[in-house]
């Protein structure tokens, strides 16, 4: 997997690589910007699904494909769905996808435009072919996030309901469907923090990266806002989340672990977002890498020790 040992010096609990950015905003003749994007092992190295925005700024998915996870080649054109479990693909743009593999296939969940942002869902085999499934909710709703496996017989979701702007507000929620085509069972996860109590995470909330299970339940990577005099700036926490009900929080972040501090997370096209889309990890390695977008552009790279970050979350949780 990925990996750079901590800078010596650094106490951090994470810590960003350092020939960062590891996806330019021009990786592709057509783009604007690649950023927000996930990434998982495949075969004897990693694909992944991209956001490129083209020079039109118009937002679409790609397919790419790495030997090591760092240096990537993306296709030039955007992916082509194929019918899935429906008939009605259509789709105005698509963008911040997630994927994951359950059972036997890759799943892929975006920012699906259908009267608005809702979520969509594909499935893949092999990064090639993608087949389209029915939308999981109504507009309007952002960063859908599968669990990697079923929880009680039934698949898992995290999703932040919204609206049709760039959403001043925001709490993550979880749902649940039987087939993968229906969806219920909606409950309040996680919200948005009183500016008292942790002024990073006030404005709203997003599931990031697909959780991964540990000792302790899920563990999560999340994008928390505060709305500054200088706009929306974004930063990650961590949240752990009970094994068999994970509409439970156990532990979550007071204290951002990675905020934007360097140039390529405080400029470009929205300027001061780090937004964790992805996870490499090795539990038995105690290793943990961590795909972001940096303001909305490119694609960088974080790193930790899983241990030292679910102490981290333990000692200085909300």
Same mark, same amino acid.
């Given at each position: 997997?990925?990996?750079q040992?901590?800078?010596? &010096?650094?106490?951090d609990?994470?810590?960003?690589?350092?020939?960062?950015?590891?996806?330019?905003?021009?990786a /592709?003749?057509?783009?604007?910007?690649v950023?927000?994007?996930?990434?998982?092992?495949?075969?004897n190295?990693?694909? &992944?699904?991209?956001?490129c925005?083209?020079?039109?700024?118009?937002?679409?998915?790609?397919?790419?494909?790495?030997?090591?996870?760092?240096?990537?080649?993306?296709?030039?054109?955007?992916?082509?769905?194929?019918?899935?479990?429906?008939? #009605?693909?259509?789709?105005?743009?698509?963008?911040?996808?997630?994927?994951?593999f359950?059972?036997?296939?890759?799943?892929i969940?975006?920012?699906?435009?259908?009267?608005?942002?809702?979520?969509? /869902?594909?499935?893949?085999?092999?990064?090639?072919?993608?087949?389209?499934?029915?939308?999981?909710?109504?507009?309007?709703?952002?960063n859908?996030? @599968?669990?990697?496996?079923?929880?009680?017989?039934?698949?898992? #979701? @995290?999703?932040?309901?919204?609206?049709?702007?760039h959403?001043?507000?925001?709490?993550? *929620?979880?749902?649940?469907?039987?087939?993968?085509?229906y969806?219920?069972?909606?409950?309040?996860?996680?919200?948005?923090?009183?500016?008292?109590?942790?002024?990073?995470?006030c404005?709203?909330?997003?599931?990031?990266?697909?959780p991964f299970?540990?000792?302790?339940?899920?563990?999560?990577?999340?994008?928390?806002?505060?709305?500054?005099?200088?706009? *929306?700036?974004?930063?990650?926490?961590?949240?752990?989340?009970?094994?068999?009900?994970?509409?439970?929080?156990?532990?979550?972040?007071?204290?951002?672990?990675?905020?934007?501090?360097?140039?390529?997370?405080?400029?470009?096209?929205?300027?001061?977002? /780090?937004?964790?889309?992805?996870? /490499?990890?090795?539990?038995?390695?105690?290793?943990?890498?961590?795909?972001?977008?940096?303001?909305?552009?490119?694609?960088?790279?974080?790193f930790?020790?899983?241990?030292?970050?679910?102490?981290?979350?333990?000692?200085?949780?909300?």
């Open positions: 997997m990925p990996w040992d901590r800078p010596i &010096g650094s106490n609990v994470i810590w960003r690589y350092t020939k960062n950015p590891i996806i330019q905003r021009d /592709i003749p057509v783009s604007n910007s950023f927000n994007s996930a990434v998982v092992p495949f075969n190295g990693f694909a &992944g699904v991209f956001r925005d083209n020079k039109a700024v118009q937002m679409n998915i790609f397919a790419g494909f790495s030997k090591n996870g760092i240096d990537w080649e993306i296709n030039h054109d955007p992916i082509i769905m194929e019918e899935g479990n429906t008939k #009605m693909i259509d789709s105005d743009y698509k963008y911040d996808p997630r994927v994951t359950i059972e036997d296939r890759y799943w969940t975006w920012c699906n435009g259908y009267y608005g942002p809702t979520i969509g /869902i594909a499935y893949t085999f092999d990064f090639k072919e993608f087949f389209q499934c029915e939308n999981a909710f109504l507009p309007f709703n952002r859908g996030v @599968l669990f990697p496996k079923k929880i009680n017989n039934k698949y898992a #979701m @995290l999703s932040r309901p919204s609206d049709n702007g959403t001043p507000f925001g709490d993550i *929620f979880i749902s649940y469907s039987p087939d993968m085509k969806w219920g069972e909606h409950r309040n996860v996680m919200q948005a923090t009183p500016f008292e109590d942790s002024a990073w995470q404005t709203k909330i997003g599931a990031g990266s697909v299970l540990t000792e302790e339940g899920w563990l999560m990577f999340y994008h928390g806002v505060i709305n500054t005099c200088n706009g *929306f700036r974004y930063a990650m926490g961590a949240a752990i989340l009970d094994k068999d009900n994970p509409d439970i929080v156990k532990y979550r972040t007071k204290p951002y672990l990675l905020t934007p501090s360097v140039s390529y997370e405080q400029v470009g096209d929205v300027p001061n977002v /780090i937004f964790p889309c992805a996870t /490499i990890q090795d539990i038995e390695q105690d290793k943990v890498a961590i795909y972001y977008g940096a303001a909305d552009t490119v694609v960088a790279l974080a930790g020790r899983i241990s030292e970050i679910i102490k981290f979350t333990k000692e200085n949780t909300l």
